[in-house]
C-alpha cells in the first residue's frame, strides 16, 4: 500500500453550455466545453483499517453528512465494483463553495476515485473508472480527465481537447447556494441549435473570438434562483482587461477571461475591496 499522498480536485468551468434538447426521462441534453483549473479542493489519502473521511476548510460546514458526500459514495462503488474492502483514510479540504456551478462535488467523486484506486493496488482501467463515475454524476467523466473537454449528451460524451492554449479566469461567487435541479425546473429558453464543434488548434485570442459568439443558456433561469448573479457578472465585465464574462454550470460561480495572470490578479484585488462578502480567486487553465 502507498504511503499517504495528495491528489488535487480542479474546480470546472463551463466556457460555454447550450441546452440542445430534452431526453424522455427529463435529463437536458447539453454542448460544452469544460476546462479544470488550478483551483480546487485536495483530498489526502492515507492507509487505514476502515474507510474514514474527514472534512476541512473554509466550506467544510457546507457538507453533506460524510455518508452523503460524493466522495464517500464514490469509495462504495468502486469496493463493490472490485470486490476489495472499503479501506483508508481520505481527509478532503474544502475550498470550493457547495453547490455553485463549478462540479465541486463530481471533482472530488471523481478525485476520490483516483485516489482509492492508486491507495488499493488497483489496476489502471480509465474506461471502467468513467463507468462508475457516470454513477455518480453527469459531470464525473469529465472530471476525470482533468483536461479541457468538450461534451455532449447529458455530459458523459467526453471528448479532451489537447491542443487548448493557457488561458486566465477570474471566479466569482456571491455566496449563495444555487442548486442544480433548481435552475433546470426554471430553464424555459428555447433549445439552442446543435453545433458542429471542431476541436482544430486555435490561439488564445482565436478562442476568445469562438467563445464570444456561444452562451450560458442556464443563465437567465439562474439569475431567477439567484438574483446576485446578475450583479456579479456587472462587476466582472467593468474589471479592466475583461474579454468576457460569462456564468459558469448552473451557477451562480461567474467567470471573466483575462489575458495573462497578472490581468487576473489585479482584477481579483479590486472585486475583493468592492465585494469583501464574494467569493473571488483568479484561476489558470490546466492543459
Ligand atoms: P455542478 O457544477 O456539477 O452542477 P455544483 O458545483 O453546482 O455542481 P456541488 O458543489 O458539486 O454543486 O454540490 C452539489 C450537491 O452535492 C450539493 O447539494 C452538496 O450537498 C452535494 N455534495 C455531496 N458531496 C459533495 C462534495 N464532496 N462537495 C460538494 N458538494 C457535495
Redesign the pocket.
Known amino acids: 500500500m502507498p504511503t499517504t499522498f495528495t491528489m488535487h480536485a480542479p474546480a470546472?468551468i463551463n466556457l460555454f453550455l447550450h441546452i440542445t434538447g430534452k431526453r424522455e426521462d427529463g435529463l437536458h441534453l447539453l454542448q460544452s466545453v469544460m476546462v479544470f483549473v488550478d483551483v480546487g479542493?485536495e483530498l489526502e489519502f492515507s492507509p487505514h483499517d476502515s474507510l474514514f473521511l474527514d472534512v476541512e476548510g473554509p466550506f467544510a460546514a457546507?457538507?453533506?453528512s460524510p455518508h452523503?458526500?460524493?466522495?464517500y459514495k464514490a469509495a462504495q462503488l468502486l469496493s463493490a465494483e472490485y470486490k476489495v474492502p472499503m479501506r483508508g483514510r481520505i481527509t478532503?479540504t474544502?475550498r470550493?463553495?457547495?453547490?455553485?456551478?463549478?462540479?465541486?462535488?463530481?471533482s472530488?467523486?471523481a478525485t476520490a476515485l483516483r485516489g482509492l484506486a492508486k491507495l488499493w493496488g488497483l489496476p489502471e482501467e480509465k474506461d471502467r473508472l468513467r463507468r462508475i463515475g457516470a454513477q455518480l454524476?453527469a459531470?464525473v467523466p469529465a472530471c476525470l480527465t482533468g483536461r479541457p473537454v468538450w461534451t455532449e449528451g447529458i455530459g458523459e460524451r467526453v471528448t479532451v481537447l489537447p491542443d487548448m492554449p493557457a488561458m486566465s479566469f477570474v471566479l466569482v461567487n456571491p455566496m449563495v447556494?444555487?442548486?442544480?435541479p433548481e435552475v433546470f425546473a426554471r430553464f424555459r429558453n428555447k433549445f439552442s441549435p446543435a453545433l458542429q464543434f471542431s476541436g482544430r488548434r486555435k490561439s488564445m485570442h482565436e478562442w476568445i473570438a469562438d467563445l464570444k459568439l456561444y452562451r450560458n443558456d442556464l443563465t437567465s433561469a439562474a439569475m431567477e434562483v439567484t438574483p446576485e448573479i446578475r450583479g456579479v457578472l456587472a462587476a466582472l465585465r467593468e474589471t479592466p482587461n475583461c474579454h468576457f464574462a460569462r456564468l459558469?454550470?448552473?451557477g451562480a460561480?461567474c467567470f471573466g477571461v483575462f489575458d495573462h495572470a497578472q490581468a487576473a490578479t489585479a482584477a481579483v484585488n479590486k472585486l475583493k475591496h468592492q465585494y469583501p462578502d464574494w467569493w473571488v480567486s483568479a484561476a489558470s487553465l490546466m492543459a
Open positions: 470546472k479542493d457546507d457538507m453533506p452523503g458526500n460524493l466522495a478532503l474544502k470550493l463553495p457547495v453547490a455553485s456551478g463549478i462540479a465541486g462535488g463530481s472530488d467523486a454524476g459531470d447556494a444555487t442548486p442544480t459558469s454550470g448552473s460561480t
